[in-house]
């Protein structure tokens, strides 16, 4: 059973910057795919970026494309999601997520989530 737990969002002005941590437990991150994801009110969810031993980086939208860099930290555990130059639109409550494999995309059927962590960018 994989756990995730979500940190580090927060209240920033536009043009601000966050860093987004995903703390797993149960596995090792080397052998997961995860994911990160956002949900504003009234939107569907969107897949931000996702990272893997096999298949490297991929993001998301084009909305955060240049602005934004997932990582992982084998010793620590965790997937960070570094986000700059922050936008009002970005507002949403942003979940990783995880599934086993060197290999994955946005669209794959993630078994576990975290509990998510709110990120408000204000004009």
């Known amino acids: 059973q994989v756990q995730l737990v979500e940190s580090g969002g927060g209240s920033v002005q536009a043009g601000g910057s966050l860093r987004l941590s995903c703390a797993a437990s149960?596995?090792?991150?080397?052998?997961?795919?995860i994911g990160w994801f956002r949900q504003a009110p009234g939107k569907e969810r969107e897949g931000v970026a996702v990272?893997?031993?096999?298949?490297?980086?991929?993001y998301g939208a084009d909305s955060v494309k240049g602005r934004i860099t997932i990582s992982q930290d084998n010793a620590k555990n965790t997937v960070s999601l570094q986000m700059n130059s922050l936008k009002p639109e970005d507002t949403a409550m942003y979940y990783c997520?995880?599934?086993?494999?060197?290999?994955?995309?946005?669209?794959?059927?993630?078994?576990?989530w975290g509990q998510g962590t709110q990120v408000t960018v204000s004009s």
């Open positions: 149960g596995y090792s991150v080397r052998s997961l795919c």
């Open positions: 990272i893997a031993y096999g298949l490297g980086r991929i």
């Open positions: 997520a995880a599934t086993s494999g060197a290999y994955c995309n946005l669209g794959a059927d993630f078994a576990y």
